[in-house]
């Protein structure tokens, strides 16, 4: 048992370490958008399984797609380091990808079948607005869609 417990204590310590180096701290933001790219992988795969459109390919550039977010995060850590150590950088990019990882969740909910709170349609144009980015809506639908073009597969 002593065993693990060293072991558990050392990924720990290096895990806190390297989050520390690459976000500048565990925040509540990037806490908030690590549950937000878990939900939207895990919405995303329901969706697809309920659709009959699951391909493990897709999915495997899904993940990519959400590493590349904690990259372009810590990124920007390190731009507003440079910069004099203040976070405007960091978190206009974390208030991006919240929004853009939230109007993906109520995608895929709604590809799911269920229907869409208006609130959390409200709170995409929040986080728009502190992001720097304006969404667009371009349909009846009532929905906000992305403030950037999407590659498709």
Same mark, same amino acid.
């Given at each position: 048992?002593?065993?693990?417990s060293?072991?558990?204590?050392? #990924?720990?310590?290096?895990?806190?370490?390297?989050? %520390? &180096?690459?976000?500048?701290?565990?925040?509540?933001? =990037?806490? @908030? $958008?690590?549950?937000?790219v878990?939900?939207?992988?895990?919405?995303?795969?329901?969706?697809?399984? #309920?659709?009959?459109?699951?391909k493990?390919?897709? %999915? &495997?550039?899904?993940?990519?797609?959400?590493?590349? =977010?904690? @990259? $372009?995060?810590?990124?920007s850590h390190?731009?507003?380091?440079?910069?004099?150590?203040?976070?405007?950088f960091q978190?206009?990019?974390?208030?991006?990808?919240?929004?853009?990882?939230?109007?993906?969740?109520?995608?895929n909910?709604?590809?799911?079948?269920?229907?869409?709170?208006?609130?959390?349609?409200?709170?995409?144009?929040?986080?728009?607005?502190?992001?720097?980015?304006?969404?667009?809506?371009d349909?009846?639908s009532g929905?906000?869609?992305?403030?950037?073009?999407?590659?498709?597969?």
């Amino acid at each position: 048992m002593g065993e693990w417990s060293h072991v558990i204590k050392t #990924i720990s310590a290096v895990s806190g370490a390297l989050m %520390g &180096y690459m976000f500048g701290g565990w925040s509540l933001l =990037i806490h @908030l $958008l690590l549950w937000f790219v878990i939900v939207d992988w895990l919405t995303g795969w329901a969706a697809a399984w #309920i659709n009959g459109e699951l391909k493990s390919r897709k %999915g &495997y550039f899904g993940i990519a797609r959400k590493v590349a =977010i904690f @990259l $372009l995060v810590a990124l920007s850590h390190f731009i507003d380091n440079a910069l004099g150590g203040l976070q405007y950088f960091q978190n206009a990019v974390v208030f991006f990808y919240l929004a853009n990882e939230l109007l993906s969740i109520l995608e895929n909910v709604g590809r799911m079948g269920l229907p869409v709170p208006k609130v959390l349609r409200k709170a995409i144009e929040i986080f728009n607005e502190k992001s720097g980015e304006k969404a667009v809506e371009d349909d009846d639908s009532g929905i906000a869609h992305r403030p950037i073009d999407r590659l498709e597969e």
